[in-house]
């Protein structure tokens, strides 16, 4: 069964920090690229991230390059999203996404004062 679940949302001020997590099972993990999505309330859903199957590649939204970094570990077939310098325009739902295989459920980040 394939699962892609994430983790590590929460509540934080601007200007911190959090990681999150996407963990797949079910599919060789290694065999494809992944997307970070977000998505705010009354918002169309955003591409953030996307990395390549190698880890070797990736590209940033204008709107979070150079403060978010995106990274993988085929060995623990999991993802990563590095989020610095958080602002509030950042609140959204996070998503993780392999083409052709699924999405997750999703992690709420809420960057509130």
């Known amino acids: 069964q394939v699962q892609l679940v994430e983790s590590g949302g929460g509540l934080v001020q601007p200007g911190g920090s959090l990681r999150l997590s996407c963990v797949a099972s079910?599919?060789?993990?290694?065999?494809?690229?992944l997307n970070w999505y977000r998505q705010a309330p009354g918002k169309e859903r955003e591409l953030v991230a996307n990395i390549t199957r190698a880890g070797d590649n990736w590209m940033y939204a204008v709107s979070v390059h150079g403060r978010f970094t995106v990274s993988r570990d085929n060995v623990k077939n999991t993802a990563y999203l590095r989020m610095n310098n958080l602002k509030p325009e950042d609140t959204a739902v996070y998503y993780c996404?392999?083409?052709?295989?699924?999405r997750g459920q999703g992690t709420q980040v809420t960057v509130s004062s």
């Open positions: 079910g599919f060789t993990f290694s065999n494809y690229a």
């Open positions: 996404d392999v083409p052709r295989i699924g």
